[in-house]
């Protein structure tokens, strides 16, 4: 069974920095693409970053040159660094993946940004 397990939020100042790991269970991690997702109060769930198998990653315009996903096979984890955080940040973030026809998401961890 597939477990998908955020950990890293918190409340941080803008300007800040945050580093977001999904460590991931269940499934043969090094085949599949990770995804960050995040969900801000009152708005729907949207695309932060995408990394395949082979490493190439995709942001949203909104945190390019700020947000970076990197993954660590050997530890099945994937990690999203944070950085220049904005109050706009401020969401659920959840670590996403899909095999088979089925997506898989974790629970999320909280990001609030805010002085």
């Not at 477990?3 to 599949?32: K, N």
């Not at 955080?85 to 973030?93: G, H, I, S």
Request: glycine content about 12%; proline content about 3%.
């Amino acid at each position: 069974q597939v477990q998908l397990v955020e950990s890293g939020g918190g409340l941080v100042t803008p300007g800040g920095s945050l580093r977001l790991s999904c460590l991931a269970s269940g499934m043969m991690f090094r085949i599949y693409a990770m995804g960050w997702y995040r969900q801000a109060p009152g708005k729907q769930r949207e695309l932060v970053a995408t990394i395949t198998s082979a490493e190439s990653t995709n942001y949203a315009d909104s945190v390019k040159g700020r947000f970076t996903i990197s993954r660590d096979n050997a530890k099945n984890t994937v990690y999203l660094q944070m950085n220049s955080l904005k109050p706009e940040d401020t969401a659920v973030y959840y670590c996403n993946t899909g095999m088979g026809g089925m997506t898989y998401w974790g629970k999320g961890t909280l990001v609030t940004v805010s002085s």
